[in-house]
């Protein structure tokens, strides 16, 4: 039997490169090893988007992105969250067992908190509804960025308090959080993130990539003089997209002087438009017959709810609401 993966990540705007390397190449390269739920997580979009149409737009970008990365709908559970209604279910059962300061000492909370004017109980209660994405599945493992790893733990905490008042219901969730897979930087150099608007969009036009490649931040040393490349953020980049023995080439040269950030920026971008050319040749096949998309989030969502309503039979009846 294979273990069980299960990821997802927000419709929350364009999907950037960090998305790709952070989180969306883990779940492809992952999903011949691991019987894979993957899921667009628009019940925690809520949290911060409130706009229909954006919603709806931003939900079918993110299944045409993953499906133009290379998820495979025949290998893995591909579905729409909120079509798995029992979640909310299941979150509200483990509200009612969770202390508020528990919640309180989420980062997640804590930075929006900081930066908000308000935050909404959702987005307080995010962690808790995390966790019913995971645990209702029974997933053995979660791949995600580093940024999410205390929203595992939460999930692994609220699984064993549940267990402890009624009984072994739960198992316990690893998250996968691969050690080669850095934090990918963003144009000026902090961690690539939609809300710094620093990121180089995964599927933007020609011009789109250009032009964020050519903001990228360097020191203003000149092209003759010699460079290092341990600290220059095109050379951090050119990282995800060159081969080794390339690199060592591009190394020499900025070692050596006489290639100006302009070339290596320049050569960067053909690196990300070769790269991104068959997805988005991919991207566009599906983008042209939209029911089939409707049809493979539709019949993701059918399979994994037979697995849902099982579980959700044996929490009930454990929690005294089922007879
Ligand atoms: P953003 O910071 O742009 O809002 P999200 O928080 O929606 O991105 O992240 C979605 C997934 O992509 C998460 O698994 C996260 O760990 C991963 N991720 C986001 N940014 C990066 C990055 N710069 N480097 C590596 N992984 C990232
Ligand atoms: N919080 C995750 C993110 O922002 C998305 C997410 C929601 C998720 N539920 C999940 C990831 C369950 C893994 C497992 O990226």
Redesign the pocket.
């Known amino acids: 039997m294979k273990k069980r993966l299960l990821s997802g ?2 419709p ?1 705007g364009d999907i ?1 490169i ?2 790709y ?3 969306i190449k883990q779940f492809v390269d992952l999903q011949n090893e691991y019987d894979s739920m993957i899921f667009i997580a628009d019940l925690h979009a809520i949290t911060t988007i409130q706009n229909k149409e954006e919603l709806s737009k931003n939900i079918l970008n993110v299944a045409l992105d993953y499906l133009a990365c290379g998820l495979d709908p025949q290998k893995v559970y591909l579905f729409k969250q909120s079509d798995i209604n029992e979640v909310t279910e299941l979150a509200w059962y483990f509200n009612c067992i969770t202390p508020m300061p528990f919640l309180e000492r989420a980062t997640s909370y804590k930075d929006a908190h900081m930066k908000a004017k308000e935050v909404n109980v959702g987005l307080f209660d995010y962690p808790i509804l995390m966790a019913a994405d995971i645990l209702i599945q029974d997933a053995d493992i979660v791949p ?2 580093a ?2 790893k205390q929203h595992i733990e939460y999930a692994r905490d609220i699984a064993l308090k549940f267990n402890k008042i009624y009984g072994e219901t739960f198992k316990l969730p690893e998250p996968l959080i691969l050690k080669n ?1 850095a ?2 930087p963003g144009v000026d150099g902090r ?5 710094y608007k620093n990121t180089i969009p995964l599927f933007g036009t020609n011009e789109e990539i250009k032009k964020a490649v050519m903001k990228i931040v360097t020191d203003s040393k000149s092209p003759e003089e010699s460079k290092n490349p341990d600290t220059c953020n095109i050379f951090s980049l050119h990282k995800l997209f060159l081969k080794d023995t390339e690199l060592g080439v591009l190394r020499n040269k900025y070692e050596k002087g006489g290639l100006s950030y302009k070339e290596s920026k320049d050569m960067l971008y053909e690196e990300i438009v070769d790269f991104i050319t068959p997805m988005r040749e991919k991207r566009e096949m599906y983008k042209k017959d939209l029911d089939k998309v409707y049809e493979i989030l539709n019949e993701g969502a059918r399979r994994a709810k037979i697995l849902v309503e099982k579980k959700m039979k044996i929490i009930r009846s454990n929690i005294g609401v089922n007879f």
């Open positions: 990540i927000q929350s950037h960090g998305n390397f952070g989180a995600v960025g940024d999410q897979v934090i990918v961690k690539m993130s939609k809300s």
